[in-house]
């Protein structure tokens, strides 16, 4: 069954494509809400020096536990939010509640002292002229300082150059630092890639999950890896599963990373739980 064949014929219907567009619907309908009844909540994980195991930072990861259809992935509602335009007020909700979280942990643990928050950006808040006052102001309220936080960014949004580039340059001069995440699976240029004003490449899970030990495998991760050196950049390795995996990394000159194999993304309390129970032993 077709709903327009003929010259358009690509455009085939499919129940499933109904069922998707409804249930986007009866998402794009309740974020609203959502956002007013407390329903998102944030969850972290850990980015850690490979070498000596320790945390350095924490990647905020927005979770929503929809009253109807349970838990929904942010790789199906984030774009959804933006496409709606919801995705403002849900970015500056996490920003808000990352911000003051890792500067209690900051406060309260010795362990997490030194930890940085890094915080995912919509393309379209980065297009926001006014994105910059926003992030101060986070930072005001919560005392985090500006060189504890990470904005990371995809490609996607520095494609769009001419108007990403002064916001970049805002955050920046605020002392904050800013992340490429995904890297390596969008389309910026190396030529573009030179000149912008950014830290941090995050190497895409897909080039640490191929990594089996032949120097096959790590081509594309030690590509990125020499890359980040010679823009004096660091690197953040993402989906670290195997152990294998993180020597290679760091036999590769990849310092961080974060994945399954070192720990999950868990609720501020367990967290605070990990710093928290190697405190006695540490104070001692
Ligand atoms: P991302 O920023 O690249 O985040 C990494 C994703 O990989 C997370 O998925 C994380 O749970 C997952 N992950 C971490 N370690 C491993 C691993 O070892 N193996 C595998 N298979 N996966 C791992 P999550 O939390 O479902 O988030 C998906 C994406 O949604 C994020 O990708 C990010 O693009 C977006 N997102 C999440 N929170 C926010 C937010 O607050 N704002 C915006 N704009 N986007 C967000
Ligand atoms: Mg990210
Ligand atoms: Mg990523
Ligand atoms: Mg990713």
Not at 143 to 172: F, H, K, Y
Not at 265 to 273: E, F, H, N, S
């Amino acid at each position: 069954e077709s709903k327009r064949s003929g010259a358009h014929g690509w455009r085939a219907y499919h129940p499933e494509m109904t069922d998707r567009r409804s249930r986007d619907v009866a998402l794009a309908e309740s974020i609203g809400e959502a956002l007013r009844s407390d329903q998102f909540d944030v969850h972290y994980q850990p980015i850690i020096d490979l070498a000596s195991g320790t945390p350095i930072g924490v990647e905020a990861l927005v979770r929503w536990q929809h009253p109807t259809l349970g838990m929904v992935s942010p790789a199906e509602f984030v774009p959804v939010a933006e496409r709606t335009g919801a995705i403002d007020g849900l970015g500056r909700h996490v920003l808000e509640v990352a911000c003051r979280q890792v500067a209690a942990w900051r406060r309260g643990a010795p362990r997490a002292a030194g930890l940085y928050a890094s915080v995912n950006v919509s393309p379209l808040q980065m297009r926001d002229g006014t994105f910059p006052a926003t992030v101060r102001a986070a930072l005001e309220r919560s005392g985090l300082p500006p060189q504890a936080l990470v904005m990371e960014i995809t490609e996607s949004a520095v494609v769009d150059e001419r108007t990403v580039v002064p916001t970049l340059i805002a955050l920046r001069e605020q002392g904050i630092r800013v992340a490429v995440d995904d890297f390596g699976t969008g389309y910026s240029s190396l030529h573009l890639l030179g000149r912008l004003p950014v830290d941090i490449l995050k190497i895409d899970r897909s080039f640490v999950s191929v990594l089996d030990g032949t120097s096959r495998s790590a081509g594309i991760a030690e590509a990125i890896i020499r890359l980040a050196g010679v823009l004096e950049l660091s690197t953040v390795a993402e989906g670290i599963e195997t152990p294998a995996q993180s020597a290679e990394l760091q036999l590769l000159g990849c310092t961080a990373g974060q994945g399954y194999l070192l720990a999950r993304p868990q609720t501020a309390d367990r967290l605070t739980a990990t710093w928290g129970a190697r405190l006695p032993r540490e104070a001692h």
